[in-house]
């Protein structure tokens, strides 16, 4: 049998602090939130690995990201105690706990029903109690609790996220990975006034979320 607490500290070890994860309440939380909690029924095991995991099941699968490339999205936000922020695609509500850990009003957005309700029951489990789980499309994004101080997209974009980006507040910032394959790269955009500076922070990969994902193109 696993023993959760110490897979949790050999994550943080060898995964978060050997990839440039240094902010320490980042750390502490990781290391404090049952991720085991998170994963599908009967996956709990697999709950540490250092890969993406699904949280669903069906075509349209919703994945946790690793912890390596979680961390640093994270940590590129500088979240403050009292930000609000928007975790998109928060799955089974992984993200979402380590955000509210960090002190964070988050509101968490999923587009699968079921999903949400089963994050919501996670949430609860572990006493996240300033996390507000909405259901909806995810590249509209949540208007009513905006404007945003950070955004977390939890997957791999082919498109700018134009309605994210206007929901971000006057210097917010919103961290996503960028492309598919060898060329994805983790993606920080901060807004001021009416424009969003973008820089690459790092190579990485996650799973493409279908709600950002290229559309065919027809040739004649």
Do not use: H, W
Request: net charge negative.
């Amino acid at each position: 049998m696993v023993d959760f607490t110490q897979a949790r500290r050999i994550m943080v070890d060898s995964q978060l602090r050997t990839f440039d994860v240094n902010d320490i309440p980042l750390l502490d939380a990781m290391d404090s939130i049952p991720r085991e909690r998170f994963v599908l029924p009967g996956r709990e095991e697999l709950a540490y690995i250092d890969q993406d995991l699904p949280v669903s099941e069906g075509a349209d699968r919703r994945y946790m990201i690793s912890p390596m490339i979680e961390a640093r999205l994270i940590q590129a936000l500088e979240i403050e105690t009292g930000d609000k922020v928007l975790d998109v695609a928060c799955g089974r509500g992984y993200s979402s706990a380590v955000l509210s850990r960090l002190g964070a009003q988050v509101t968490a957005l999923e587009s699968d029903a079921a999903l949400a309700e089963a994050a919501k029951a996670a949430l609860a489990a572990v006493k996240a109690d300033n996390v507000a789980v909405k259901v909806g499309p995810l590249e509209q994004g949540c208007v009513e609790n905006a404007p945003y101080s950070a955004i977390l997209v939890n997957g791999a974009l082919e498109v700018r996220p134009d309605a994210l980006l206007r929901q971000l507040a006057e210097g917010g910032k919103l961290v996503c990975v960028q492309g598919r394959g060898r060329s994805a790269r983790a993606t920080l955009y901060v807004r001021s006034g009416d424009t969003f500076g973008e820089r690459a922070l790092f190579d990485a990969a996650a799973p493409i979320l279908s709600a950002f994902q290229l559309k065919p193109s027809f040739t004649f």
